[in-house]
């Protein structure tokens, strides 16, 4: 084939990837199964042998694997990453992509017994950022030596950008019902609560202890106590 046929395939297949990448921003999967797919879709496009997303821990400022392609469990259990340690921590400490030729001969790569053992040489590992804050790192690994160019490091820093946006969004969608769980679940137990006070004829305060307790000792959320308080005066008013 043509070198400059190759470019031209090399340049759509990266192309595929940006498309498919930008069209998971407004997907409204569930994290787990965004970060799955971005591995995915990154290791297949890139050729590569293992492709990992890892987010940081802001408490811990620590790098955690949270998605990857690979089969490999030793690489899939490896230790967390120490915001400013190794590769990938270096690359979120100053949110700028890293390149290493051999990763079994570099010093600053903490896990250069899994690179033997999984034979992997070449590594590209780009930020992802939300707004010049970085929440994480996409890793690109090969199985021989690979000179990563410009170009392939301007689309793994592209389809990072992406992601880290899509990820974002993910985590504000999951935050926002999360908060109306919560507001739903107030006002049952606060329906209940008045229901328990006004029957059992204690003081409010009274009755969430009750509620309260009911859910200890019943190992059920207050939510589901509560629910089962409001059913039964329904039911009750339903029979009068």
Same mark, same amino acid.
């Given at each position: !084939?043509?070198?400059?046929?190759?470019?031209?395939?090399?340049?759509?297949? @990266?192309?595929?990837?940006?498309?498919?990448? %930008?069209?998971?921003?407004?997907?409204?999967?569930?994290?787990?199964?965004?970060?799955?797919?971005?591995?995915?879709?990154?290791?297949?496009?890139? #050729?590569?042998?293992?492709?990992?997303? !890892?987010?940081?821990?802001? @408490?811990k400022?620590?790098?955690?694997?949270?998605?990857?392609?690979?089969?490999?469990?030793?690489?899939?259990?490896?230790?967390?990453?120490?915001?400013?340690?190794g590769?990938?921590?270096?690359?979120?400490?100053?949110?700028?992509p890293?390149?290493?030729?051999?990763?079994?001969?570099?010093?600053?790569?903490?896990n250069?017994?899994?690179?033997?053992?999984?034979?992997?040489?070449s590594? %590209?590992?780009?930020?992802?950022?939300?707004? #010049?804050?970085? =929440?994480?790192?996409?890793?690109?690994?090969?199985?021989?030596?690979?000179?990563?160019?410009?170009?392939?490091?301007?689309?793994?820093?592209?389809?990072?950008?992406?992601?880290?946006?899509a990820?974002?969004?993910?985590?504000?969608?999951?935050?926002?019902?999360?908060?109306?769980?919560?507001?739903?679940?107030?006002?049952?137990?606060?329906?209940?609560?008045?229901?328990?006070?006004?029957?059992?004829? =204690?003081?409010?305060?009274?009755?969430?202890?009750? =509620?309260?307790?009911?859910s !200890?000792?019943?190992?059920?959320? !207050?939510?589901?106590?509560?629910?089962?308080?409001?059913?039964?005066?329904? =039911?009750k008013?339903?029979?009068?």
């Open positions: !084939m043509p070198k400059a046929q190759k470019h031209y395939q090399a340049y759509l297949k @990266q192309i595929e990837l940006l498309s498919k990448v %930008a069209n998971l921003i407004t997907s409204g999967l569930y994290l787990e199964e965004l970060l799955r797919i971005v591995v995915q879709i990154t290791a297949e496009i890139m #050729n590569s042998k293992i492709c990992s997303l !890892m987010l940081l821990d802001p @408490q400022k620590e790098l955690v694997v949270k998605a990857t392609q690979s089969i490999s469990e030793s690489y899939n259990k490896k230790p967390n990453i120490k915001l400013g340690e590769i990938a921590g270096i690359v979120a400490l100053e949110n700028k890293l390149c290493v030729l051999d990763v079994k001969k570099d010093n600053r790569y903490l250069r017994d899994i690179a033997e053992k999984e034979s992997l040489y590594l %590209a590992c780009v930020p992802l950022a939300v707004k #010049n804050r970085v =929440i994480g790192v996409l890793n690109v690994y090969t199985s021989k030596k690979h000179l990563f160019t410009k170009p392939e490091l301007d689309v793994l820093t592209a389809v990072a950008n992406q992601a880290a946006v990820i974002e969004n993910a985590e504000l969608d999951l935050r926002a019902r999360s908060a109306e769980e919560a507001l739903t679940t107030r006002k049952v137990v606060e329906r209940a609560k008045e229901i328990l006070s006004q029957e059992a004829n =204690i003081l409010p305060s009274e009755a969430y202890r009750l =509620i309260q307790k009911q !200890m000792d019943s190992r059920k959320t !207050m939510r589901e106590i509560a629910e089962a308080i409001i059913l039964a005066k329904d =039911i008013g339903k029979k009068a």
